[in-house]
């Protein structure tokens, strides 16, 4: 089952469950949209694989499963990212 983490891992921006900006790659990192299309070019600077819109835990659901209010806040080397982000973005992600 997904966190549902509560932060951008970059920039920390808030990233609720029912916010529409978080994106994840298939390690559930969680970034904001504009760290993850704008800054890391859809290439997650942990993994090198892509991000996809994280989806929203219905209402009758996260009551029961709560969603994670562990914050990871590990803002990334921007040089090293990019470096990372220009060797795979051209890349489709299912050959990465």
């Not at 709560?66 to 982000?85: H, M, R, V």
């Amino acid at each position: 089952m997904l966190e549902i983490r509560p932060n951008c891992e970059h920039c920390n921006k808030d990233l609720p469950n029912t916010s529409t900006e978080a994106m994840i790659c298939s390690f559930e990192c969680t970034y904001c949209r504009e760290c993850a299309l704008e800054i890391f070019e859809n290439v997650c600077p942990s993994c090198s694989g892509n991000f996809v819109g994280r989806p929203i835990r219905p209402r009758k659901e996260i009551e029961k499963n709560k969603a994670s209010t562990k914050q990871i806040f590990k803002p990334k080397d921007l040089e090293k990212a990019k470096i990372n982000s220009n060797r795979y973005k051209n890349i489709p992600p299912e050959k990465r």
